[in-house]
């Protein structure tokens, strides 16, 4: 048998070493490690162990705002990340309550995460499965394969991201987990289009009547935040501008009820929105009732009681609920943060970095996580004494001023404080407390220091549980693990004040670009930067353009447009599917 043969021969037989040969000329000559793995769909593929053992490994735990603005803004090549959620797709919520009455169909508003991912030039992996346990001390999380249980998956990480989001609250109140719809995720939006639906048919049977009728067709909805005021408006325009031409038998029968537990709905928005949403609904018959606090759900008639009044408690039947007050925390999170010592918390806390406080290699972002900021008097004697550079003990003016401004990166509610006050200097504010004229030359001592930062820390405030928030800490963290490297030899970030140098980064910091509140009939509500508040027709339009361009892709756009063009052509679609 001559060399060529027993060659060929070799090759037929032995796979493995065909594989070694293609990376051998693919890679130039160069000698690389083999592992042979299984992917998602059963095949084998080959890997490049050697390769992959100079790369960190970056896991990422979800795939909604937080999660997903991480991976497209991540660019840096020399990480290998692996995706790991139990939704293999990104959905755009803020138009979930236009997916529950057919004004966007579900599949719009949703952009698979291979798409989002398969063109970067970084090196990411998706998993469909769910994560159950987090070993911090093993830096290893522990999944369940979406599609078979009973396959686990272990994954060892160098960086950790959780970013799985939050469920809804319940707070406990027996039946609301038993016979509510909630709205967080795509599904919810389509059980409850599917159940408005079977409501109208149920409610048009002739052997019905008229009192069971109105049970049947009473909407209930928990909650006067945003998404249970948009639901209650979109509700409201399906039911008058489209089901009522389908059934008009039961036209009189509806009723939309809201309820909320505080004094006024939208107590997040300028007093000027709150005002003309509750006027707004109470002409279009929508019953607002607020100081009414659920106690208990049946599976027939909800139980509210009287916040402010003696207590009364009131029964009402209903034909559908959907609950919408508060987000509560994931199941693997609270493990986790007992694990860690965070077991007294609602959410995970984080430092101005995103880092979990307590381990430097996990990152919490989004709706799982709130950022514990540091107080001004925690660290008030190192300040000071970072600023005494003479070690005089007294500290002047100017040698304050030659930090201020790493005091308000670090410290962001001092300069929050200085422009409510209207100081534009800490001379302002040393005036202030020491109730003369201040210059450069004049000295405090720490007591008079702390008398003059005593009220700074009153200004801290928790950011809110938005997309909006989720998605800017998603791209600072990708902006981060970017520059990386570049940060660890040339920090740029405040100075430490427990310590020497400087930190890595710039914190975190949240810019509100405002927010809207769609209330039905073609008319939206905007607060935007500056208190600009706009309420009306015209802000409908700008609420259509800034939610068309967030969209993830251009795909998404196309198919949200056309779904709005087609309601105002076509009407909302009724089709019980």
Same mark, same amino acid.
């Given at each position: 048998?001559?060399?060529?043969?027993? @060659?060929?021969?070799?090759?037929?037989?032995?796979?493995?070493?065909?594989?070694?040969?293609?990376?051998?000329? #693919?890679?130039?000559?160069?000698?690389?490690?083999?592992?042979?793995?299984?992917?998602?769909?059963?095949?084998?593929?080959?890997?490049?162990?050697?390769?992959?053992?100079?790369?960190?490994?970056?896991? #990422?735990?979800?795939?909604? &705002?937080?999660?997903?603005?991480?991976?497209?803004?991540?660019?840096?090549?020399?990480?290998?990340?692996?995706?790991?959620?139990?939704?293999?797709?990104?959905?755009?919520?803020?138009?979930?309550?236009?997916?529950?009455?057919?004004?966007?169909?579900?599949?719009?508003?949703?952009?698979?995460?291979?798409?989002?991912?398969?063109?970067?030039?970084?090196? #990411?992996?998706?998993?469909?499965?769910?994560?159950?346990?987090?070993?911090?001390?093993?830096?290893?999380?522990? /999944?369940?394969?979406?599609?078979?249980?009973?396959?686990?998956?272990?994954?060892?990480?160098?960086?950790?991201?959780?970013?799985?989001?939050?469920?809804?609250?319940?707070?406990?109140?027996?039946?609301?987990?038993?016979?509510?719809?909630?709205?967080?995720?795509?599904?919810?939006?389509?059980?409850?289009?599917?159940?408005?639906?079977?409501?109208?048919?149920?409610?048009?049977?002739?052997?019905?009547?008229?009192?069971?009728?109105?049970?049947?067709?009473?909407?209930?909805?928990?909650?006067?935040?945003?998404?249970?005021?948009?639901?209650?408006?979109?509700?409201?325009?399906?039911?008058?501008?489209?089901?009522?031409?389908?059934?008009?038998?039961?036209?009189?029968?509806?009723?939309?009820?809201?309820?909320?537990?505080?004094?006024?709905?939208?107590?997040?928005?300028?007093?000027?929105?709150?005002?003309?949403?509750?006027?707004?609904?109470?002409?279009?018959?929508?019953?607002?009732?607020?100081?009414?606090?659920?106690?208990?759900?049946?599976?027939?008639?909800?139980?509210?009681?009287?916040?402010?009044?003696?207590g009364a408690v009131s029964t009402t039947p209903y034909g559908m609920v959907v609950w919408s007050t508060g987000i509560g925390t994931r199941p693997v999170v609270m493990d986790f943060m007992k694990q860690i010592g965070q077991g007294n918390r609602r959410v995970l806390a984080t430092d101005e970095w995103l880092r979990v406080e307590g381990c430097d290699n996990i990152y919490a972002l989004g709706d799982c996580a709130t950022i514990n900021q540091r107080r001004v008097m925690e660290d008030i004697w190192a300040i000071f004494h970072k600023a005494d550079k003479d070690n005089s003990g007294t500290l002047t003016v100017k040698e304050f001023q030659e930090v201020l401004d790493d005091i308000c990166e670090r410290y962001p509610q001092v300069e929050l404080y200085l422009k409510n006050r209207k100081m534009s200097s800490l001379a302002d504010l040393l005036k202030d407390s020491k109730g003369d004229s201040v210059k450069e030359s004049v000295e405090v001592? @720490?007591?008079?220091?702390?008398?003059?930062?005593?009220?700074?820390?009153?200004?801290?405030?928790?950011?809110?549980?938005?997309?909006?928030?989720?998605?800017?800490?998603?791209?600072? @963290?990708?902006? /981060?693990?970017?520059?990386?490297?570049? /940060?660890?030899?040339?920090?740029?970030?405040? @100075?430490?004040?427990?310590?020497?140098?400087?930190?890595?980064?710039?914190?975190?910091?949240?810019?509100?670009?405002?927010?809207?509140?769609?209330?039905?009939?073609?008319?939206?509500?905007?607060?935007?930067?500056?208190? &600009?508040?706009?309420?009306?027709?015209?802000?409908?339009?700008?609420?259509?353009?800034?939610?068309?361009?967030?969209?993830?892709?251009?795909?998404?756009?196309?198919?949200?447009?056309?779904?709005?063009?087609?309601?105002?052509?076509?009407?909302?679609?009724?089709?019980?599917?």
């Amino acid at each position: 048998m001559t060399a060529f043969q027993r @060659l060929s021969r070799n090759f037929c037989e032995n796979a493995s070493f065909a594989k070694m040969l293609i990376v051998f000329t #693919v890679s130039g000559g160069g000698l690389v490690a083999l592992s042979e793995a299984k992917s998602e769909d059963g095949m084998n593929i080959v890997n490049s162990t050697e390769a992959n053992d100079k790369k960190k490994r970056v896991v #990422v735990l979800g795939t909604g &705002w937080a999660g997903t603005s991480f991976l497209k803004n991540l660019k840096n090549s020399s990480y290998d990340v692996q995706v790991i959620s139990p939704r293999n797709f990104f959905a755009f919520t803020p138009l979930l309550p236009s997916v529950t009455c057919g004004t966007v169909e579900a599949r719009s508003i949703v952009e698979p995460i291979r798409n989002i991912v398969r063109r970067k030039n970084v090196a #990411v992996h998706y998993w469909e499965a769910e994560c159950f346990k987090i070993d911090a001390e093993n830096k290893k999380v522990y /999944c369940r394969s979406n599609l078979d249980e009973k396959e686990e998956i272990v994954v060892d990480y160098d960086y950790l991201v959780i970013a799985i989001g939050a469920r809804a609250n319940t707070f406990n109140i027996p039946g609301v987990a038993e016979n509510c719809h909630f709205l967080k995720e795509i599904e919810d939006a389509q059980k409850i289009r599917r159940t408005v639906i079977d409501c109208f048919e149920r409610a048009s049977l002739p052997t019905l009547s008229d009192e069971e009728r109105k049970k049947i067709l009473h909407f209930v909805v928990v909650g006067g935040g945003p998404t249970g005021v948009e639901f209650a408006a979109e509700l409201h325009d399906y039911v008058n501008e489209d089901l009522v031409k389908l059934y008009p038998k039961v036209k009189e029968a509806v009723k939309i009820t809201l309820l909320e537990a505080t004094d006024h709905i939208l107590n997040m928005f300028d007093k000027r929105i709150t005002a003309f949403a509750e006027e707004k609904f109470q002409r279009d018959g929508i019953d607002v009732k607020t100081g009414a606090m659920v106690i208990k759900v049946s599976d027939k008639e909800i139980s509210t009681k009287e916040v402010k009044k003696d207590g009364a408690v009131s029964t009402t039947p209903y034909g559908m609920v959907v609950w919408s007050t508060g987000i509560g925390t994931r199941p693997v999170v609270m493990d986790f943060m007992k694990q860690i010592g965070q077991g007294n918390r609602r959410v995970l806390a984080t430092d101005e970095w995103l880092r979990v406080e307590g381990c430097d290699n996990i990152y919490a972002l989004g709706d799982c996580a709130t950022i514990n900021q540091r107080r001004v008097m925690e660290d008030i004697w190192a300040i000071f004494h970072k600023a005494d550079k003479d070690n005089s003990g007294t500290l002047t003016v100017k040698e304050f001023q030659e930090v201020l401004d790493d005091i308000c990166e670090r410290y962001p509610q001092v300069e929050l404080y200085l422009k409510n006050r209207k100081m534009s200097s800490l001379a302002d504010l040393l005036k202030d407390s020491k109730g003369d004229s201040v210059k450069e030359s004049v000295e405090v001592n @720490l007591e008079e220091f702390k008398t003059a930062l005593s009220q700074v820390d009153s200004q801290m405030k928790n950011l809110p549980a938005t997309a909006q928030v989720a998605a800017q800490q998603g791209s600072y @963290l990708a902006d /981060c693990f970017n520059r990386m490297e570049e /940060c660890e030899k040339n920090p740029e970030g405040p @100075l430490r004040f427990r310590g020497e140098g400087r930190h890595r980064f710039r914190p975190f910091r949240y810019k509100h670009f405002g927010q809207f509140a769609p209330l039905g009939g073609e008319q939206t509500a905007a607060q935007l930067p500056g208190d &600009w508040v706009s309420i009306g027709h015209s802000t409908q339009w700008l609420w259509y353009s800034v939610y068309a361009s967030k969209l993830v892709s251009w795909r998404t756009r196309a198919l949200v447009v056309s779904d709005w063009v087609r309601r105002f052509i076509f009407g909302r679609d009724s089709s019980g599917i």
